[in-house]
């Protein structure tokens, strides 16, 4: 058993499909805080913040605590939850045609171990299709999203190649983790 400090349920599904058990606890670190614009430096931040604010309120005494975010990065631009229909737009037509990169930063804490991990995986798009693109944005699903992308719906007919786990760019690199979860 792990808390999950995160209130995502794409993380929350990634446990559940590799059958770990957890109690969701997400916090309420802000990260408008954070004034980097570098994307990684950017990640770590904002999950080292969040970690710090869970660590101080449950400890890892009962259970291990396990905390994650993710940001996504196209020509270099540090992208975002989209704050409405035209900052979606501006980020999805960044990324057709062109390579982005989610980057995902996740703490994990026991009693025994801790591990700071950060993992980029990078997706090639092909040229996203416009009425595809406005469906998708009308949708509401962009909304929530790191960068507008959801690379397990809109982007996937889209993806041309990918380098790294999928996992990672869902939020939660699983690989990395599976071998430190004490039985």
Known sequence: MLRLGSNSITRANIL??????FVQNGGSFDEDS???KDP?????QATLGKYKELYAKYGV?????????SVVTANGEL???AKDETDARRMLELQSDNETSVITCMIYKSKDIEIIDISITTYTF??????????YISSGECFGKAGAIMVEGFCKPY????????????GLC???LLPFLES
């Open 16 to 21: 559940n499909s590799f059958d770990i058990n």
């Open 34 to 36: 954070i004034k980097t």
């Open 40 to 44: 990684k430096s950017f990640v770590y």
């Open 61 to 69: 005494n009962d259970m291990p605590l396990l905390v994650a975010d």
């Open 79 to 81: 992208l975002r939850k």
């Open 126 to 135: 092909s040229t996203f299709n416009k009425k595809d693109m406005d469906r």
């Open 159 to 170: 993806i041309k190649e990918v380098k790294g786990y999928e996992s990672c760019a869902m």
């Open 174 to 176: 699983i690989e990395k």
